[in-house]
């Protein structure tokens, strides 16, 4: 069976106050028993606070990008080895707000999906397609285009240590989610397509929704045949709400 996985992404929010009370609440509401994998993936400047409160939790810590560089002149970024040594063990790679905003090409997002195998780092691959482009009838060429990039620079052993994340980019922060058939539409495409790189891989491989997942939706969408749980941006933010959705992985499998 496939390990399942709710994953927040703070993004750029939080304090040092809001953060601690976010962690006290999951935390004490976590049920430990579960054997679907949770983790957070907080901003860099409390990733160290955050791992202090979390250790001896099964919460997991995670960076939300790394740099694609193994050291040097690049002011303001992180390498993968900065996020393992402040704890971490997964890191988002190609998130669309990186694609978009900081102008992340396949190409980067490649190298830092590889800088973080290479730090033995889990790399949680976001792939998705715009409005426009769903509407444009190439969703699956956008998101197989996204996949190759990876995909021809990795073994399938390499591979299977990471996670994928689709998420519509029309559905992220918006309130419109995909629906549950539309999401497992695209996650079987992308299980196809690893299956032609190896069977074995595809079978193995975590592929997670994200886009506007809440509490009140996460059963539905994560009892989908190729879905495995969720990349969830805003309802992390709150302990109850995120708990709720981590909560909805015992329909799966
Ligand atoms: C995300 O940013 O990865 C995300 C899925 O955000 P939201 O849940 O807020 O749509």
Avoid at 70 to 82: V, W
Avoid at 86 to 98: A, D, T
């Amino acid at each position: 069976m496939r390990k399942q996985w709710v994953l927040g992404n703070w993004k750029m929010n939080g304090s040092r106050e809001s953060n601690s009370h976010l962690i006290s609440g999951l935390l004490a509401g976590l049920n430990a028993e579960s054997s679907s994998g949770i983790g957070v993936c907080v901003p860099s400047v409390y990733l160290i606070e955050v791992g202090d409160k979390l250790a001896g939790s099964t919460v997991a810590l995670g960076a939300q990008t790394i740099s694609e560089h193994d050291e040097g002149a690049y002011t303001g970024e992180i390498s993968a080895k900065m996020a393992v040594d402040c704890g971490c063990s997964l890191v988002l790679v190609g998130h669309s707000e990186r694609r978009s905003l900081y102008g992340e090409t396949s190409e980067i997002v490649a190298k830092k999906f590889k800088q973080a195998l290479s730090n033995e780092l889990t790399p949680v691959l976001c792939v998705g397609e715009t409005l426009e482009q769903r509407e444009s009838g190439i969703t699956n060429e956008v998101i197989g285009e996204q996949l190759d990039a990876v995909i021809e620079c990795c073994n399938s052993d390499e591979l299977g240590r990471s996670i994928i994340a689709y998420e519509p980019v029309w559905a992220i922060g918006t309130g419109k989610t995909a629906s549950a058939e539309q999401a497992q539409e695209v996650h079987a495409f992308i299980r196809n397509k690893l299956a032609q790189k190896s069977n074995a891989l595809a079978e193995k491989i975590s592929i997670l929704y994200g886009g506007s997942v809440k509490a009140d939706n996460a059963k539905e969408i994560f009892s989908m045949s190729d879905i495995d749980g969720g990349l969830v941006g805003g309802a992390s933010l709150g302990a109850e709400s995120f708990l709720a959705i981590y909560n909805s992985t015992d329909v799966i499998g």
